[in-house]
């Protein structure tokens, strides 16, 4: 029996069943993949780049179906989801409007006598595993960029997320790439291995945990081939000082509660100044209270959304009481809701002892976990001991102050007086555990580009 289903967080109730792909199909698609490519690469770049930009137009047009087909797979709200599937729109037409330029061929100096030149060609069929915290956004900055260097996709996605990858392909379809060219896969973690040893793919990219993440870079090192890993964070923000105390605070409370707190890059810990601290924990205790649970599809004021699953609820739940009972106070939410559903409601954490597992941990929910410290010191130092390093922020009305801070966080993003800064032109990343590569912005479309040199004697 397949896993792939859609399967609504707020209820449980499963809706639609995917069939699971048979090894036969499986061999298919890898030689659909690796065929079109041959094809594909032949294109001229500006093709290419036609074709992503009417995927970026479907995307747009077909914006309040997509969306909705989001909310019901993983539980975002609508509002959510559409702003989801406009940032995956962003996404797409930024690489089909500045990709070519992107990977444009440059001479370099040489001492040899003769012509040097980099060029960034395509590598062949690449594999993506993605997540369901963001089903199209995940998708377009890995698919997009690729496309528009000459790669083709292979996209095994979320059990949960069947409906959104098999629309992704139709739309891809659709546009004009060529049947192949991206592939939605049902497919088994011993298919997804197979895959990755096949000499047909060249690449994996791979956004999820860090158990995930060992796996998939095992075997993509096993086989010498490129990965690019994403494998979220423990972010701290950093908040120094505020002129309203309350009103960082709600900017920190909408950060760490959007998307249901499933966000790698969010600010999972809120290091905050002892002067200021006692403030900036009440507003978030006031902000977790009295809140309902909500039909994602149709929210009201007050009211949360579902995790994404069931058992990612329970998970979240697991990993709170396993702080309390490590000496960490619960002040507010963190109220699992009985039966199927998925909701978890928005909790506010403090005191989790530095030397407890509990602080070692992400925790991918709405859970608002706040440290309190005395010097800019004390808070570097607890920004910088995570064994994750993807982003972090620094808040202060002194900006010099804020930058000194930032410019030593040991993570892929830094930020000053704002959370994330997110566009499709920024590149996204972290160090440590976190992964390496990067995606969007100009360094994305490089990773699995052959640079070739090209050299003519004189």
Aim: charged letters at 25%; glycine letters at 8%; proline letters at 4%.
């Amino acid at each position: 029996m397949s896993k792939y289903r859609v399967q609504n967080p707020a209820t449980g109730e499963i809706i639609e069943t995917f069939e699971a792909a048979t090894d036969e199909r499986i061999e298919e698609q890898l030689a659909a993949a690796d065929a079109v490519y041959r094809e594909w690469r032949e294109r001229s770049v500006q093709d290419r780049a036609a074709v992503v930009l009417r995927v970026a137009e479907i995307f747009a047009e077909r914006r309040d179906e997509l969306a909705e087909i989001i909310a019901t797979e993983m539980g975002k709200s609508i509002a959510e989801s559409l702003d989801e599937v406009d940032f995956a729109t962003d996404i797409i037409r930024y690489y089909a409007v500045y990709g070519p330029g992107l990977i444009t061929d440059y001479e370099i100096p040489s001492t040899v006598p003769g012509k040097a030149v980099i060029e960034h060609l395509p590598v062949g069929a690449l594999l993506g595993v993605m997540p369901w915290n963001f089903p199209y956004y995940q998708v377009a900055r890995f698919a997009a960029p690729n496309l528009v260097l000459g790669n083709t996709i292979l996209l095994k996605h979320a059990d949960i997320c069947a409906r959104s990858n098999q629309v992704v392909q139709e739309i891809m379809e659709e546009a004009g790439v060529p049947v192949g060219g991206y592939q939605a896969l049902f497919a088994s973690h011993d298919q997804i291995a197979t895959i990755i040893a096949d000499p047909r793919v060249q690449g994996v990219s791979l956004t999820g945990s860090e158990r995930a993440g060992a796996i998939i870079g095992a075997q993509a090192g096993q086989h010498l081939k490129k990965c690019v890993l994403e494998l979220g964070g423990i972010d701290p923000m950093v908040v120094l000082d505020a002129e309203d105390v309350a009103a960082v605070a709600r900017t920190a409370w909408e950060f760490r509660t959007y998307n249901g707190g499933q966000v790698c890059n969010s600010n999972k810990r809120l290091i905050v100044m002892d002067d200021i601290y006692d403030e900036f924990v009440a507003e978030l205790v006031r902000l977790a209270e009295g809140l309902k649970p909500g039909d994602q599809l149709n929210l009201g004021e007050g009211e949360f959304v579902p995790l994404s699953t069931r058992a990612a609820a329970e998970t979240v739940n697991a990993q709170v009481q396993q702080a309390v009972s490590e000496g960490a106070r619960l002040l507010a939410g963190g109220v699992l809701s009985e039966g199927p559903s998925a909701h978890y409601s928005p909790a506010v954490l403090v005191d989790v002892p530095r030397d407890s597992k509990s602080y070692r941990e992400e925790i991918f929910g709405p859970v608002a976990t706040v440290y309190r410290v005395s010097s800019d010191e004390e808070a570097l130092e607890l920004a910088n001991d995570c064994d994750l390093g993807l982003g972090g922020s620094v808040f202060s009305q002194d900006e010099a102050r804020a930058a000194r801070l930032a410019s030593k966080l040991e993570v892929g993003m830094a930020h000053v007086n704002t959370i994330a800064a997110e566009a499709a032109e920024l590149p996204f990343g972290g160090v440590k555990r976190s992964g390496f590569g990067r995606e969007m912005g100009p360094v994305g479309i490089g990773e699995f580009a052959n640079k070739r040199l090209y050299f003519v004697s004189k």
